[in-house]
């Protein structure tokens, strides 16, 4: 029978689920290294957020969720619950970065709070915490922008709402708590419901005979149902945009992201693993790794471009956190329990800031403020009519939140024509936009990107700025000649304005995030 009794080695160490006067300290000690962190990451808004933004602000105005008012809609977001949450703060005046921060930092708080008092022993809460709060992807993904810190929190709170069913078949659990989590997992990420299928399963296994359960789902169901039904009904697709470029883009099974994961994850993992060898523990890391290779499956498969600092694989990162205090919890010997989480949290902390990707993430913020948002602010100060305001781009998140203009996309994640097989080089030719933006990695104009000939999409436009983000990555500007001197004297006077905000350096070091964050550069 899946049911979970309380060892005696727990007893003996006094654990307790309560919060004590040590737990409290930890708690709050966890909590103000999480405040810290946070601050140090506070300018870090990526790119992408700003796509999920202007979707808000589309939306805010009357125009519905779609990425060039008054065109056929495309899905180009995946967190419709996050994109929507926004959109009063559109109508308040309040900056929505601001906003998504704010939001999740309270969940990545709930998080630490759950991490501090779910594990039966210290030792394990410690762990937990340790590992959670001192990871710089933590800090990242919390500031991003994106819904990746409250999507965690929800499949967390579906774990442990189910594991309290298996150590006691009489606790009381909400009838519709474990399907409402459910909907809202699956509209924050269309994988959510993967995430917490697990959990939802035993859930209702433990629940079977409880009418009320089976409402519940029912009615969860007819919601989920509503919402799917509303969606084909307006995208005309019943995946997002989003799905068809990257399936068709960056579909690898190289064992990159499998690789990756496990060196940064590993005594996280070996703790939760082991905990399947001891009877008190193994129903509840069994259920907490079944819902961690639920999540993991997809990346795992795809090996995703867009997963900067292990995102993806931080969506289950607090689940692991508890798995692994979960297996402490049981170990008789303390000393061998402390040495393991020291191990857990030294290790965990330490590969976090060791990921090639972390300097250029921490001075990320500087890097698109001096870059992406300038060039967008640019655009939106010029006086040219609404019909010549088209604007396209690779990078589709700040310059077209920022400018306003309507914007073709040529990788496609917000371009349903691109998405489901155009030739981007035909879309670029057939928009004609008046301004191109081309990326990469010199100043000169590459050949190729995207599956996109820039050199045919560019044609006679008038190159009006090259912008540098790092030391391999530029923005060319390229206008039409009509309209090229005030383009570039637009584009010119807020780049001057961001390099006087910014730190002036293009270095992807942790030096140059330090410096900053003790005041010595501008």
């Known amino acids: 029978m899946l049911r979970v009794s309380r060892p005696p080695a727990e007893r ?18 966890a909590l103000a290294a ?23 602000t589309n939306l805010a105005d009357g125009f519905g969720p779609t990425w060039n008012p008054g065109e056929d809609p495309v899905e180009g977001y995946t967190n419709f619950l996050w994109m929507l949450w926004h959109v009063p703060w559109v109508w308040l005046g309040i900056p929505l970065p601001m906003i998504s921060k704010l939001t999740a930092a309270a969940c990545a708080a709930a998080i630490v709070w759950v991490l ?46 189910t594991a309290r069913l298996l150590r006691d078949r009489d606790t009381v659990v909400r009838p519709a708590e474990l399907p409402a989590l459910f909907l809202i997992a699956g509209m924050l990420r269309p994988d959510g419901i993967l995430a917490v299928a697990p959990p939802l399963a035993v859930w209702l296994w433990l629940r079977r005979r409880d009418r009320r359960a089976w409402t519940a789902l029912a009615v969860a169901g007819a919601l989920g149902g509503a919402y799917m039904a509303w969606r084909w009904s307006y995208f005309g697709h019943s995946l997002p945009n989003t799905f068809y470029v990257k399936v068709g883009v960056e579909a690898a099974t190289d064992g990159r992201w499998i690789r990756t994961t496990l060196a940064l994850l590993l005594p996280l993992l070996l703790l939760a693993v082991a905990g399947l060898f001891r009877r008190t523990t193994a129903p509840l890391v ?34 692991l956190c508890l798995a692994a205090a979960w297996t402490l919890d049981a170990v008789g010997r303390r000393r061998l329990a402390v040495a393991g989480a020291a191990v857990a949290v030294a290790w965990t902390s330490v590969a976090g800031f060791l990921q090639p990707d972390g300097p250029t993430m921490v001075n ?13 602010l640019g655009l939106a100060d010029t006086d040219l009519p609404a019909d010549r ?3 396209a781009m690779s990078d589709a998140g700040a310059i077209p939140y920022f400018s306003g203009w309507r914007a073709t996309d040529y ?25 191109l ?13 995207w599956n996109t000939d820039l050199p045919t999409a560019v044609g006679d436009r008038e190159l009006v700025a090259v912008v540098r983000a790092r030391p391999a990555y530029y923005q060319q500007v390229y206008a039409d000649r009509d309209v090229a001197d005030q383009v570039r004297t637009a584009i010119e006077r807020r780049i001057a304005e961001a390099d006087a905000a910014t730190d002036g350096r293009f270095d992807q070091t942790y030096s140059r995030w330090v410096t900053r964050l003790l005041g010595l550069t501008g």
């Open 12 to 29: 003996d160490r006094g654990a307790t689920s309560r919060p004590s006067r040590a737990r409290s300290a930890l708690f709050l000690a």
């Open 34 to 56: 999480l405040g810290v962190g946070i601050w140090a990451c506070w300018s870090v808004t990526v790119d992408d957020a700003y796509i999920t933004y202007r979707y808000t």
């Open 116 to 161: 501090a008092t779910e594990p039966r022993s210290r030792t394990g809460a410690a762990a937990a915490l340790g590992a959670f709060v001192l990871f710089l992807p933590t800090w990242i993904h919390v500031d991003s922008g994106l819904e990746t810190a409250p999507f965690a929190l929800v499949v967390l709170r579906a774990v442990v709402v």
């Open 286 to 319: 069994a259920l907490a790794l079944a819902s961690c290779l639920a999540l993991y499956a997809i990346p795992a498969l795809t090996a995703p471009a867009m997963d900067y600092l292990s995102r993806f694989a931080w969506h289950g990162f607090p689940v």
């Open 364 to 376: 990320y913020g500087q890097d698109l403020h001096r870059v992406h948002i300038a060039i967008g």
């Open 389 to 391: 305001q088209t604007v």
């Open 411 to 435: 990788i496609g994640l917000n371009d349903e024509r691109i998405g489901h097989g155009a030739s981007p080089t035909d879309v670029l030719l057939a928009d004609d936009p008046t301004v």
């Open 437 to 449: 933006i081309a990326t990469g990695p010199t100043p000169e104009l590459q050949t190729t990107s």
